[in-house]
Nanobody, 114 residues
Framework: QVQIMEYGGGLVQPGESMRLACAASGIVFGGYQMGWHRQAPGKVREFVASISWNGENTNYEDSVKGRFTISRINDANTMYLEMNNLQPEDTGVYYC???????WGKGTLVTVSS
């Protein structure tokens, strides 16, 4: 059974940092591209970042470039999203995605507010 879980959401103030984690089981984690998406209130879900199976290639949505860093540890079946200089527009539910099989986690809420 495939399970994908996100961890680390919460409330932060503008300019602060937060790290999200994604733990996966039931898939060959190290063999596939993974990614983060987010959905702001009242908006459609959007791409945030992706990482190749070996971590050598990453892609970011323009608004997070230079602020967010995606990484993974295949031996631990875990992926991370380090988010710095968070802004109110980064508020939303963040989802972990396995591109193989198109599996999604249930999401974790990140709120950036003063």
């Amino acid at each position: 059974q495939v399970q994908i879980m996100e961890y680390g959401g919460g409330l932060v103030q503008p300019g602060e940092s937060m790290r999200l984690a994604c733990a996966a089981s039931g898939i060959v984690f190290g063999g596939y591209q993974m990614g983060w998406h987010r959905q702001a209130p009242g908006k459609v879900r959007e791409f945030v970042a992706s990482i190749s199976w070996n971590g050598e290639n990453t892609n970011y949505e323009d608004s997070v470039k230079g602020r967010f860093t995606i990484s993974r540890i295949n031996d631990a079946n875990t992926m991370y999203l380090e988010m710095n200089n968070l802004q109110p527009e980064d508020t939303g539910v963040y989802y972990c995605r396995s591109y193989a099989g198109n599996y999604w986690g249930k999401g974790t809420l990140v709120t950036v507010s003063s």
